[in-house]
């Protein structure tokens, strides 16, 4: 069973930091929806904020030159305010919960009013974006397509949008983990090999999606993002609802 676990692991960190790193989001949320159904939400949790810290953060390396430096560092002000916020909560979701709100996600994505959200190069855009961004990932885990809202109407090339989007996300995972250990303590450890394994295959998946981005024009790149995360969600409200009325 751990050899089993251990190999689904390894697959699903592997395809969905590729998937990450072409559209740079929408693994993650595969990605949890695989590990929440096969983990507890805490290890879910701890496991999927150590691929994806790293998976973005190796994005975030391999794409430095393109990332924007001013919009990432409004962005940690809006993190710092979440995380403080969110250190007097000590929230964590069930299953069902969990789902749920990963199939939510991306429709709030598309039918939040543009008028409504702030582009992150928009005063105070980019505040509000590491603020909300930051808490959904303490209540949900992942947050990609809400991210995205904030970047999509904005004049950034895709190159550009990957790679501030993924530092932006490395230090979000990273905060998420913090939590998580602070409030759950020994019951967010993890295996080490299933960790190791963990972090060595979000590295190769996000280094071979390079060249698959390098041949995508910003057309495709937006075009496929948004059908790719509505799919996944639609996936997700019902596996969340199914959860939810047979318990």
């Known amino acids: 069973m751990q050899i089993g676990i251990l190999l689904l692991v390894a697959l699903s960190v592997l395809g969905t930091s590729f998937i990450s790193g072409v559209f740079g989001m929408a693994g993650g949320m595969i990605l949890m929806g695989v590990l929440i159904t096969f983990l507890p939400v805490s290890a879910a949790m701890v496991l999927h904020g150590t691929a994806q810290m790293t998976s973005n953060g190796w994005r975030a390396i391999m794409w430095r030159a393109n990332v924007n430096y001013p919009i990432f560092a409004r962005y940690i002000v809006g993190l710092l305010i979440a995380g403080a916020l969110f250190s007097f909560v000590g929230f964590v979701p069930d299953k069902a919960f969990v789902l749920i709100a990963l199939g939510i996600i991306p429709f709030l994505a598309v039918l939040i009013p543009a008028r409504f959200v702030p582009q992150a190069d928009s005063r105070l855009g980019a505040e509000f974006c590491g603020f909300l961004n930051t808490s959904m990932q303490f209540i949900a885990g992942v947050s990609g397509p809400l991210l995205d809202v904030f970047f999509v109407r904005n004049?950034?090339?895709?190159?550009?949008?990957?790679?501030t989007k993924a530092a932006c996300q490395t230090f979000s995972h990273m905060a998420k983990l913090v939590y998580f250990f602070n409030?759950?303590?020994?019951?967010?450890?993890?295996?080490?090999?299933?960790?190791?394994?963990?972090?060595?295959?979000?590295?190769?998946?996000?280094?071979?999606?390079?060249?698959?981005?390098?041949?995508?024009?910003?057309?495709?790149?937006?075009?496929?993002?948004?059908?790719?995360?509505?799919?996944?969600?639609?996936?997700?409200?019902?596996?969340?609802?199914?959860?939810?009325?047979?318990?």
């Open 183 to 247: 409030i759950l303590g020994t019951q967010a450890r993890i295996d080490e090999w299933m960790m190791g394994v963990a972090v060595i295959m979000a590295i190769t998946g996000t280094s071979i999606s390079k060249f698959v981005l390098e041949k995508l024009s910003d057309h495709q790149f937006r075009r496929w993002t948004r059908w790719l995360v509505m799919a996944i969600g639609t996936v997700y409200l019902v596996q969340g609802f199914y959860v939810l009325l047979t318990r």
């Open 155 to 163: 004049q950034m090339d895709r190159r550009s949008i990957v790679a």
